[in-house]
């Protein structure tokens, strides 16, 4: 049977290959570097107060400075690439489901649409999508692993066996796909909610400012007086 590959995202670029001048501009400005030179300089001070002699003094410089590079923590490096786009996600998402559609059995189709549905309504607000959260994450891996993952595996079984074979727990393959799907369906959904709490929470900040500043005033919508210059 002919594998089937469902898209998805483009894998980020890999990070510009560094040259000499700058890794050496780099290693300049490392903590180890630095680290390094104060160790050196405790060299020069034990060999300027005479505790050590000037035949040592290069040797015990450079043990020093090799000591301090050595137990300095190492910067970690930063990320190569970037996530994709929320546009990209959108669109593989999208891709995803046409290619599943006609391939698998209704059933299966159906849950995989409420998965993209949830992606969707989160998709469909990139401002909750912020760099670097959890729930960002959870959305990019389900886009680009998750949810292609499993139905790849599931098509890739005959479609007799997927549906007649009987697991260990007495599930079909096709009833275990099913419950994935509906797993990450409800994770995207959690998510979603979890991203919105930022945003509800300065819903009802501004709420108490604008009770604050305007609850006790002369301001008051309820119950409007009449126009003083209108005259019955």
Same mark, same amino acid.
């Given at each position: ?39 050196? !300089? ?30 300095? $923590? ?58 670097? +959260? $959890? ?15 499993? !139905? ?28 994935? !799907? ?42 409007? +007086? ?7």
């Amino acid at each position: 049977m002919t594998a089937i590959w469902l898209p998805r995202p483009d894998p980020p670029p890999p990070p510009p290959a560094r040259g000499t001048r700058e890794k050496a501009l780099t290693w300049i400005g490392s903590l180890k570097n630095i680290a390094g030179c104060t160790g050196a !300089l405790g060299g020069l001070g034990l060999t300027a107060a005479g505790v050590v002699g000037s035949p040592q003094w290069p040797l015990v410089v450079a043990v020093m400075y090799a000591i301090g590079a050595l137990v300095a $923590p190492a910067r970690r490096p930063a990320p190569g690439g970037s996530q994709p786009s929320v546009a990209e996600l959108r669109a593989t998402v999208e891709a995803q489901l046409r290619v599943l559609t006609g391939l698998a059995p209704t059933e299966v189709t159906a849950a995989a649409a409420q998965v993209v549905d949830a992606l969707r309504e989160v998709l469909d607000r990139p401002h909750l999508l912020r760099a670097g +959260s $959890p729930e960002t994450f959870v959305v990019v891996r389900t886009v680009a692993d998750y949810l292609p993952t499993a !139905l790849e595996v599931y098509l890739g079984l005959p479609a007799r066996y997927a549906q007649t074979h009987r697991l260990d727990d007495g599930r079909t393959p096709r009833e275990v796909v099913i419950g994935q !799907l509906g797993l990450l369906e409800k994770g995207i959904r959690d998510v979603t909610e979890a991203a919105a709490a930022g945003d509800t929470a300065k819903l009802l900040s501004h709420g108490r400012f604008l009770a604050d500043r305007f609850g006790s005033s002369e301001l008051d919508l309820s119950n409007p +007086s009449p126009n003083p210059s209108h005259t019955p």
